[in-house]
């Protein structure tokens, strides 16, 4: 069973940072490409980054450019979220995402296996 667990969010001032993670088991984590997606209220998922089986691609929407950084250790099943300047626009529930193959794709996200997600917030 494929199981997915995010964890690493939390309240945190505008210009902040925190790190995400994302414990994977249930499958073959280095034969994957992941991506994460985050889920603001009243609103649909949103595809943020995606990075492929080895760590060799990745790729990232543009309001999170030169922000964020997706990177994954297969050694320990394990992905990561590194979310740099925060801004309050960024307050949402954040997911990852395991995909079908060895590349991200930015549709049928809500079709896709997901974790409980992490909440982020972000506020003065």
């Known amino acids: 069973e494929v199981q997915l667990v995010e964890s690493g969010g939390g309240l945190v001032e505008p210009g902040g940072s925190l790190r995400l993670s994302c414990a994977a088991s249930?499958?073959?984590?280095?034969?994957?490409?992941m991506s994460w997606v985050r889920q603001a209220p009243g609103k649909g998922l949103e595809w943020l980054s995606g990075?492929?089986?080895?760590?060799?691609?990745?790729s990232y929407v543009d309001s999170v450019k030169g922000r964020f950084t997706i990177s994954r250790d297969n050694a320990k099943n394990t992905l990561y979220l590194q979310l740099n300047s925060l801004k309050t626009e960024d307050t949402a529930m954040y997911y990852c995402?395991?995909?079908?193959?060895?590349?991200?794709?930015?549709?049928?996200?809500?079709?896709?296996?997901r974790g409980q997600g992490t909440q982020v917030t972000v506020s003065s």
């Open positions: 995402v395991k995909e079908n193959g060895v590349i991200w794709s930015t549709v049928g996200l809500e079709y896709k296996y």
């Open positions: 249930g499958f073959s984590f280095s034969g994957f490409a």
């Open positions: 990075i492929t089986p080895s760590g060799g691609r990745t």
